[in-house]
Structure formats: C-alpha cells, structure tokens
C-alpha cells in the first residue's frame, strides 16, 4: 500500500484497464490541441489567469492528498470531492 492508501494497482476487478485509460488520454489531448490551434489557445489567457489556475491546481492537490484523506466523515459525505468542488468554484469566479 502506497501513501495514504493508495495502491498502484491495474487490471484489477472493477478497476478501469489502463489501456482504455491511455486511449481516452491520447483523444482528449488530440482534441485539446485541435480546438486550442483552432481558438488561439493559451494566447488568449493573461499571466494573472494563468497563475490563477497555478494556485488553484495546487490548492487542490493539497486538499486532495494532504487535507481531504484525514478528514473521516460517514460513508455518504465525501469531503475529498466538496472540498475539490469548493476549490474549483473559488478558482472560476
């Protein structure tokens, strides 16, 4: 078991195969470089929007494997998930 409990586990009952993982990755980057040449990409963002989602992508990797896996809360409240949400609304407004 890795750190916080979290395994590196593949091709195991229910889990996703990393194939259709890496197939899914290699589309969203096609399309991603597709609709950015096609709309100016990151030209359009300002260096405050990008240091923006800087600190909103480490807040919540900071959240994530720091903060939200100590947290316990009953099985229905997922604290991990509305924190990230939290984090996410905060950086889009």
Same mark, same amino acid.
């Given at each position: 078991? #890795?750190?916080?409990?979290? &395994? &590196?586990?593949?091709? +195991? %009952? #229910?889990?996703?195969?990393?194939?259709? =993982?890496? +197939?899914?990755? %290699?589309? $969203?980057?096609?399309? $991603?470089?597709?609709? #950015?040449?096609?709309? &100016?990409? /990151?030209?359009? *963002?300002?260096? %405050?929007?990008? =240091?923006?989602? @800087? =600190? #909103? &992508? @480490?807040? $919540?990797?900071?959240?994530? *494997?720091? +903060?939200?896996? /100590?947290?316990?809360?009953?099985?229905?409240?997922?604290? !991990?998930?509305? !924190?990230?949400? *939290?984090? /996410? /609304?905060? +950086? $889009? @407004?």
């Amino acid at each position: 078991m #890795g750190f916080n409990q979290i &395994g &590196g586990y593949t091709n +195991v %009952l #229910g889990e996703i195969p990393w194939e259709m =993982v890496e +197939v899914y990755f %290699l589309v $969203a980057s096609a399309i $991603a470089i597709y609709l #950015g040449r096609r709309s &100016g990409g /990151l030209r359009k *963002f300002s260096t %405050l929007d990008l =240091v923006y989602i @800087a =600190v #909103g &992508g @480490a807040l $919540a990797m900071v959240w994530e *494997f720091n +903060v939200g896996s /100590l947290i316990k809360t009953p099985s229905f409240i997922d604290i !991990g998930f509305y !924190g990230r949400l *939290f984090i /996410l /609304l905060i +950086v $889009a @407004a």
